[in-house]
């Protein structure tokens, strides 16, 4: 069966510090991987996604980046954090499907706090 | 692009009470509408989807149904528990190989004991 891997679950980070939250999938191959940010009691912001290794579209302009290194495994980045980057993040992955859509399978989740 | 709204933003019910969430959304393209559960500080979930060609699907307490001529779709759920108490996504996709959800903004759904 196919599991979903995120961590850390938490975080504190001064401003101005790096991150790097990483993703990894088991059990499928050559899946979409997503990246979504949530404040406190919002909605599900699409930060990037991915279709294959080293292919990542960002839906809103922000100091984070995202990679792809490997098929199963995304990575989202910041050189320098901001108070305004603190929420609850979110890995997802889905099949591809010819039918359109499919399913998002979420990781736990990482709560990150910039202080 | 597609739009998808989400009504009411809070619900609260009495245990017992049935409950639903209407959506709607902009693309009559849209072929793929999904519900995600988010209880506190946990992962959303999926627990019921439907697809163009059905119009209504059920699963023990909750059913979703689909108006594609209206756009719209509704998550129903019976005999509420308060182990319901969630927040609830809608959200819709397009066909044709498309990959990117549209996401309702969220209902909190409080059932009261």
């Known amino acids: 069966s196919q599991t979903i891997h995120q961590w850390p679950a938490t975080l504190v980070q001064p401003v101005g510090s790096p991150l790097s939250l990483e993703c990894t999938v088991e059990g499928t191959s050559n899946p979409n991987l997503y990246w979504y940010r949530q404040a406190a009691g919002r909605g599900l912001q699409l930060l990037f996604y991915?279709?294959?290794?080293?292919?990542i579209s960002s839906e809103v302009p922000q100091n984070l980046s995202a990679s792809r290194p490997q098929d199963r495994q995304f990575i989202l980045s910041s050189k320098k954090l901001l108070l305004s980057d603190s929420g609850f993040y979110l890995c997802?992955?889905?099949?591809?499907?010819?039918?359109?859509?499919?399913?998002?399978?979420f990781g736990n989740g990482t709560r990150l706090t910039v202080t | 692009g597609e739009n998808v709204e989400q009504h009411p933003s809070t619900l609260s019910v009495q245990e017992g009470d049935s409950a639903v969430i209407k959506c709607t959304y902009s693309d009559s393209a849209s072929n793929y509408f999904p519900w995600y559960k988010q209880e506190l500080g946990k992962r959303p979930q999926l627990i019921i989807d439907?697809?163009?060609?059905?119009g209504e699907k059920k699963d023990q307490r909750i059913a979703v149904t689909l108006n594609k001529t209206a756009k719209h779709f509704s998550l129903h759920i019976t005999e509420t528990q308060p182990e319901d108490s969630a927040v609830y996504f809608c959200?819709?996709?397009?066909?044709?190989?498309?990959?990117?959800?549209?996401f309702g903004r969220g209902t909190s759904l409080i059932v009261h004991p």
């Open positions: 997802a992955w889905s099949v591809r499907s010819r039918q359109g859509g499919s399913p998002l399978h």
């Open positions: 439907i697809r163009s060609n059905v």
């Open positions: 959200a819709a996709s397009l066909g044709g190989g498309s990959y990117i959800p549209t």
């Open positions: 991915s279709v294959g290794i080293g292919q």
